[in-house]
């Protein structure tokens, strides 16, 4: 594995998927990033839906791939800069830490995600009769969770701004 394994950016992303009182799995956010999707993906599948043409889903997927790119800086840069306040608490530090594991994730997934419909459109495959319904199901249940790890991305943004810098607990 070594230096090129991205394991830990999944691993540190479905960490975050519990329940900040109780400190136990929150099982409506496994539902929601899991099940949700799939069931996307399958009714696809099933209504027999092909994708003709993938280039503008690519272009919008890695437009926002990007700009999650800049928003890891930002994370990143906070974090560095929070050390010196004193009025910050530990929830703060994990609240910025989590919001960094979930866009980590985004940008590993959404990057795939490119990177799927690409080699799909490439091999013709999604035009296909038999192969085109299948992949159309998975690009779609994979864009589902994208767009909710996105969503959670800015759930996480928006409460560390009103912690951080509204000073609202």
Known sequence: MGKASLWSVPADHFRTLYNNRTGRPDWW?????????????VAIWLLGAKMAEVGAAVSGISIVAALLIAM????????VTLGTDKRLTEDDYSLVDECMANTLWAI?????????????????WMCDDRAGPILAGVAVAAAVHFLLVIG??????RRAYQRIAMRRR
């Open 29 to 41: 956010a496994i539902v929601w990033q899991a099940v949700l999707p799939l069931g996307a993906g």
């Open 108 to 124: 590993l997934w959404g990057l795939g995600l490119a990177l799927f419909l690409i080699v799909c459109d490439a091999g013709a």
């Open 152 to 157: 959670m991305c800015l759930k996480r943004l």
């Open 72 to 79: 890891a800086v930002f994370l990143f840069q906070l974090r």
